[in-house]
């Protein structure tokens, strides 16, 4: 028998059929076109819809009839319904901001060679000095300091002996207190910080880079000491807490640079800012953990003393005037081998060069020294001339408290 093919939409039989079994009702279809609407599917014909392509195709026709052996010679589109239209632009108008909107160009940093003569051609001479930046203290810090010397009292009472289970302190070292066995091995740490930047994840001390965090975690340290820091399971866990990492962001004016940490101590923390240089010296945590920040060389000139710190409960953040408007294409200048340091700051390379400068701030204090005028009382007849201070802002009470 000589099998044919039925050209019928959806086809009961899957569109093979014999001759002799053609009837009037042997084919069940679908008379109408597919319709496809807001990721529904179904057939003109009917008013069936679902979301699935497979049950879509599986939908049951909707009409009986013959099978159907003749091709039809236009193919059958698909309905497709969109609920907002959108109107084709009639590229025949003139281009203007009338028709098309406002133009907007956007340029790209200037290279490094290019504002440098800028900047020169703006200044002949200038000789590169070390300004101390004094911070500025926020009341959310006080809050932060007083949370941390009521946990440092309850870390005082934490038993000094060592015990068994208690884990080393030091980042990467997976090693426990197991008895007086464990003191005879050596400590294979990290010294750096943990580093996630674009999907990678490294320590600063060795960068050696993954995409895998279980990888990162299981990375062996890059440094050896021979004796493990073995700490109460407590206090290990605030440990883990205490950790701090930096950013920086920019205006066309100004290059801000952040470093999140909790618990900055005023007293324990120094900035030092040149034209070109910025050296970051900040203790913070229960434990004092001190760690430093240095750009050996700037991508762009600042005027150091115009720069602003501010020191909150979580973040530390120094706001720099730059010397030129205009855009950085990052912080520190790459071009010249210049690289930034974060880490512990035993570490820390030496980056100001032996002929700057050094400002201890007095200058700084002098602009900032607030002016004591005198003010005439009037009391029973008789002058009196009393001293009188401006009024302090909460900051600036927090400041003289805490710096």
Not at 286 to 299: D, F, G, N, P, Y
Request: aromatic share 8%.
């Amino acid at each position: 028998m000589v099998v044919l093919t039925c050209y019928n939409k959806a086809c009961s039989v899957q569109g093979k059929f014999e001759e002799s079994e053609n009837g009037p009702e042997a084919c069940r279809f679908h008379p109408g076109g597919p319709v496809f609407h807001d990721a529904y599917k179904g057939w003109s014909c009917c008013k069936k819809r679902v979301i699935d392509f497979g049950e879509f195709l599986a939908i049951p026709g909707c009409t009986a009839g013959p099978h159907n052996p003749e091709k039809s010679e236009a193919p059958v589109k698909p309905d497709v319904k969109n609920t907002g239209a959108k109107e084709k632009p009639d590229f025949s108008k003139e281009r203007d901001a009338k028709n098309y909107g406002q133009e907007t160009y956007v340029s790209a940093p200037p290279s490094r060679e290019k504002l440098a003569a800028q900047e020169a051609s703006e200044e002949e001479s200038e000789v590169e000095q070390k300004c101390c930046i004094k911070p500025k203290i926020l009341s959310s810090l006080k809050t932060e300091l007083a949370k941390m010397e009521l946990a440092e009292k309850n870390r005082a009472d934490l038993t000094k002996t060592v015990q068994v289970g208690w884990p080393c302190s030091r980042s990467g070292c997976q090693e426990t207190y197991k008895g007086e066995a464990s003191n005879a091995n050596c400590c294979t740490y990290h010294p750096g910080v943990p580093i996630f930047h674009e999907g990678m994840k490294f320590w600063s001390c060795c960068e050696r880079k993954t995409s895998d965090f279980t990888a990162f975690l299981n990375q062996a340290g890059c440094e050896k000491t021979e004796n493990h820091d073995w700490v109460h399971p407590d206090e290990a866990a605030l440990k883990s807490k205490e950790n701090s990492r930096y950013d920086f962001h920019q205006t066309p004016t100004n290059i801000t640079l952040n470093i999140y940490c909790r618990g900055v101590i005023p007293k324990e923390t120094t900035v030092n800012v040149s034209n070109c240089r910025v050296e970051i010296d900040f203790c913070f945590g229960i434990r004092k953990t001190q760690m430093s920040l240095a750009v050996t060389e700037l991508w762009g000139k600042v005027n150091a003393t115009k720069s602003r710190l501010n020191i909150g409960s979580t973040k530390l953040e120094l706001i720099m005037k730059k010397k030129t408007s205009g855009s950085w294409k990052k912080l520190h200048a790459e071009e010249i081998g210049a690289t930034v340091f974060f880490g512990m700051k035993d570490k820390k390379p030496a980056i100001w060069p032996e002929n700057v400068a050094s400002d201890s701030g007095e200058a700084q204090a002098a602009a900032k020294e607030k002016t004591v005028q005198k003010k005439e009382v009037v009391v029973s007849k008789h002058v009196i001339s009393k001293p009188v201070e401006e009024d302090l802002d909460v900051d600036d009470l927090l400041e003289n408290e805490w710096s």
